[in-house]
């Protein structure tokens, strides 16, 4: 399924929420029933969400590392460089 058409069943998906919520409303459904099918229905909205925005990312550059410090106590004292630092990305380590 291509990004469009999982976006376009996410929104099909909350619109069916809306129509079932209008529904029950007019139908004079139990509190409890309503509860429990717009859980349901919510999940399945936020799981095509998260999966439209997952295949969106891809597997492109995931730009600059993000550098940090890492403290420990023997190499702040050992050291007289200061701090030791580490560059991360969602993918690897760098030292």
């Known amino acids: 399924m291509d990004d469009r ?3 376009a069943s996410g929104i099909d998906a909350f619109r069916d929420l809306e129509r ?9 459904a139990g509190l ?19 999966q439209a925005h997952i295949d969106a990312r891809g597997d492109g550059d995931v730009g ?3 550098v940090v410090a890492v403290i420990s ?8 460089k200061g ?13």
Do not use: C
């Open 5 to 7: 058409a999982l976006a």
């Open 20 to 28: 079932y919520l209008s529904g029950a409303v007019a139908h004079s």
């Open 32 to 50: 409890p029933e309503i509860e429990r099918e717009s859980e349901r229905r919510g999940r399945e909205i936020v799981r095509l969400a998260l």
């Open 64 to 66: 600059r590392a993000i």
């Open 73 to 80: 106590q023997t190499s702040a004292i050992a050291s007289s």
């Open 83 to 95: 701090p030791q630092t580490t560059a991360l990305t969602s993918r690897r380590w760098h030292s």
